[in-house]
């Protein structure tokens, strides 16, 4: 499915605390955006891509942006040129997600950014998703891992969207230094 269709747009922004939603570190548990199509974000405007956000309320980011979208899919965003940012998710049959190759659940991602040759051209977006198939009910761990800094200054903030079935979350936080994780569960 690519992110020209989809949810109807939601109407509210609800704030939740999730089981099992804390950064890798010992700070307290994190709280993430939660929306769903019954539950909305509040537009700000036009999509803007290479944001992990979704700007326009609809429930779905980075519609219109060359990207694919799945019924199950994660984003991370960071502005920092130079820096290096790990998506990395285990699908419910305990399995990482790798660049170019589907796991066995049907979840592909699709770039790491920054890249080797600069194929993320300064816009680092990293995304995992549905690529087809069902998908698998379960537990998603979400890992956000800071691997280097390269030229850039810590700390490096960074945008998470997901989508799990029919919820979509969002949060930001921010990785302090290099080797930093910030960690998640969400389940379907």
Known sequence: MTRAGGFAAPAGLLLALLNGCAPASSTPAAQLEVSAPERATSTTGPEICGNALDDNGNGIAEEGCGLTAGAVEFLIAWDEPTADVDLRVIDPNDELVEVGRPTESGLVKERDCPGRENECARKNLETVYQEEGEPAAGKYVVRVVLVSLGNSEPPVDVR??????????????RLPRAEAAWQTTLSL
């Open 160 to 173: 998470l969207w997901a989508r799990v079935g029919a919820r979509a979350y969002s949060h930001t936080f």
